[in-house]
C-alpha cells in the first residue's frame, strides 16, 4: 500500500472524524461536501474533534487514566509531546471542498460517508465515475447496505469494498472490511493496511452481511428499544436505565442513538421496514414484530423539533455544548 491522499465524501459525524483521524496519521485528506454552505458547519466539527484529541491526551497522560484511546497511541508507545503535535498538525492536513474535480484528482482512496440511502449513494458513485483517477480505490463507510448493492455503481467493482468504522474512532478504533464477489483481493488487502495504518484495527468479514460485524448486533437492540416506546410500553430514559443499571453498559440504546444521530436512526428503520414484505404474514408475525410505522413517528417528532441528537444539542437527552454530559 502506498496511499498519501485519502478524500472523505461527507462531512458528518463519522465522516468528519475519519477524516480528523487520517490526518492525525499524516495523511493529506479532503473532505468533500455537496455545497459551499457546509463548510462552516464541518470545520466547527474538527475543531470539537481537536479539543476532544487533546482533552484524551491529557487524561491518557495520567498516571492512573480513566480510559485509553488506542486510536490516539498504543500504550507502550505513548509519546504525549508527538500526540499533541500531531493532533495541532492534523488540521493542517485538511482541505475542505465542494468541487468534485479538484477533490478527486489525485485521491489514493475515497471513503464514501455520506447519508444512508443507496439511491442517494448510487447517485453520488454514477456523478464521479469518470472523473476519479484509475487508482482510486472507493470503499462505502455504509452501516447497513451491501457492498454488492452499490458495487456496479462506481464504474470500477474490482477496487470497491466496505470499510465501516464505529462511532468515537479514536477510542472505539475498529474498522470492519467486506468485499464482495467482484472485490479484487489486491485491494481488500490494501484496505486493510490502510486502516492499520490509521490506528484503526481491522475486522475482516468473510462473507457479505448487511449490517456486518457490529450492526448485525447493534441494530437489532436499538429497534428492540425504539420499539418498546413506539408501543407505548416506557419511555427512552427509564428504557436506557434498565439497560445500564442492568448490565453495567456505560450508553442505553437512546444515548447510542442520541450520538449517532436521530436521521441516521430513522435511515436504518426505513433500510429494515421493508423487509417484512418478503416474509409470508405468519413468519413475520413470529420474526418481526416491529412497529416500524411507530418508530418513525417518535423520531420524525424530534427530528421537526430539530433534535437531531448530541450533534445538534439535543436529540433523546440535552448536552452542553462542550461536554459528553447528560443534563
Known amino acids: 500500500m502506498n496511499y498519501k491522499n485519502v478524500v472523505v465524501a461527507g462531512g458528518g459525524i463519522l465522516g468528519s ?15 468533500l461536501v ?8 464541518v ?9 476532544t484529541y487533546l482533552d484524551a491526551i491529557k487524561e491518557m497522560s495520567k498516571e492512573e487514566p480513566i480510559e485509553w484511546c488506542r486510536g490516539i497511541s498504543s500504550v507502550d508507545n ?8 500531531k493532533v495541532n498538525n492534523a488540521l493542517e492536513n485538511i482541505t475542505i471542498s465542494s468541487s468534485q474535480e479538484e477533490s478527486l484528482k489525485d485521491a489514493d482512496v475515497l471513503i464514501e460517508s455520506i447519508t444512508e440511502n443507496i439511491d442517494v449513494k448510487k447517485n453520488f458513485y454514477e456523478q464521479i465515475k469518470n472523473i476519479l483517477p484509475e487508482k482510486t480505490v472507493i470503499v462505502t463507510n455504509s452501516s447497513t447496505l451491501l457492498p454488492s448493492k452499490l458495487a456496479k455503481s462506481t464504474g470500477r467493482e474490482d477496487k470497491f469494498l466496505a470499510l465501516h468504522f464505529a462511532n468515537s474512532i479514536w477510542k472505539n478504533n475498529i474498522a470492519e472490511v467486506m468485499g464482495h464477489d467482484k472485490t479484487d ?5 490494501e484496505i486493510v493496511s490502510f486502516a492499520e495504518s490509521i490506528n484503526m484495527i481491522p475486522l475482516a468479514a468473510k462473507e457479505e452481511k448487511s449490517g456486518y460485524l457490529l450492526n448485525s448486533m447493534l441494530v437489532p437492540f436499538l429497534l428492540s428499544a425504539m420499539d418498546l416506546v413506539a408501543n407505548g ?5 427509564t428504557i436506557d436505565k434498565a439497560w445500564t443499571l442492568g448490565t453495567g453498559a456505560p450508553k442505553g440504546p437512546f444515548k447510542i442513538i442520541d450520538t449517532v444521530g436521530l436521521e441516521t436512526a430513522k435511515n436504518i428503520v ?15 408475525k413470529m420474526m418481526l414484530p416491529y412497529n416500524y ?9 424530534y427530528i421537526s423539533e430539530g433534535k437531531m441528537g448530541k450533534s445538534s444539542g439535543e436529540g433523546f437527552y440535552k448536552y452542553e455544548e462542550e461536554e459528553d454530559e447528560i443534563i
Not at 455537496?34 to 458547519?41: H, I
Not at 509519546?79 to 503535535?85: A, D, F, L, P, V
Not at 410500553?233 to 430514559?237: E, H, L, M, N, Q
Not at 433500510?271 to 413475520?284: A, E, S
Open 17 to 31: 472524524q475519519i477524516a480528523f483521524q487520517s490526518a492525525y496519521c499524516s495523511f493529506n485528506v479532503t473532505i
Open 34 to 41: 455537496r455545497e459551499e454552505d457546509s463548510k462552516n458547519e
Open 43 to 51: 470545520e466547527e466539527k474538527l475543531k470539537k474533534l481537536k479539543k
Open 78 to 85: 505513548f509519546n504525549k509531546e508527538e500526540c499533541i503535535n
Open 185 to 189: 483481493e489486491k485491494y481488500f488487502n
Open 233 to 237: 410500553v416506557s419511555d427512552p430514559i
Open 270 to 284: 426505513l433500510q429494515y421496514q421493508k423487509v417484512p414484505n418478503i416474509f409470508d404474514p405468519l413468519l413475520k
Open 293 to 301: 410505522d411507530g418508530m418513525l413517528d417518535v423520531l420524525n417528532k
